[in-house]
């Protein structure tokens, strides 16, 4: 197993809240693989929660958004946070968009840095990745769509992978050594 897809499984991990063996790992070959066997191990006897996670991450960010006066045109995936905040808080008024949609504050980056130079995509699926609980729906459990949408959203924040198959192979098909 290469790097690559050490620090795929570790995100995975560290998302879910479980543990992947190494003997586990070297069976999973395809995101479809990857997304049953982690959904395995996450789901219980609870309703699952069918909801996307990404919009609904998505909507409370855009009405976060507004509430700092944006336009609502402006809150797009694409655009840019240093566009939508251009000012020197850019940092705490980020900060307060993530309270108010009902996330904890962004994650620092070495040397001080924090993600205030992407865009309203790369927090969301910030948000998906480590804040899904704040996004699932109380009293509910994973659903398997769920499970595969954060696998695949770390998958893109790990490898900038955007378009692929859940039947592709990790190694032979998307290159992950």
Known sequence: ?????VELVLAWEE????????????TMFTTR?????IYEKVRSGLPEDHG????????RLRQAFEEEGISRRDILPSA???DLLPSRQRRDRL?????????????R?????????????????????????????????WSQAQVREVVRAVMFAQLALRRFSDDARMVKDLGVD
């Open 52 to 59: 996307c996670l990404a919009m609904r991450a998505f909507y």
């Open 80 to 82: 840019k946070i240093a």
């Open 109 to 141: 980056l070495p040397f001080g840095l924090q993600l205030t130079f992407g865009s309203v995509r790369a927090v969301v699926a910030d948000a998906v990745i480590g804040q899904h609980e704040a996004l699932r729906l109380p009293g509910h459990g």
């Open 33 to 37: 693989q990857v997304a049953e066997r």
């Open 95 to 107: 900060n307060s968009v993530m309270e108010q949609a009902g996330f904890r504050p962004l994650r």
């Open 1 to 5: 197993m290469g790097l690559d897809a």
């Open 15 to 26: 998302s879910f809240g479980i543990s992947i063996s190494e003997a586990e790992a070297k």
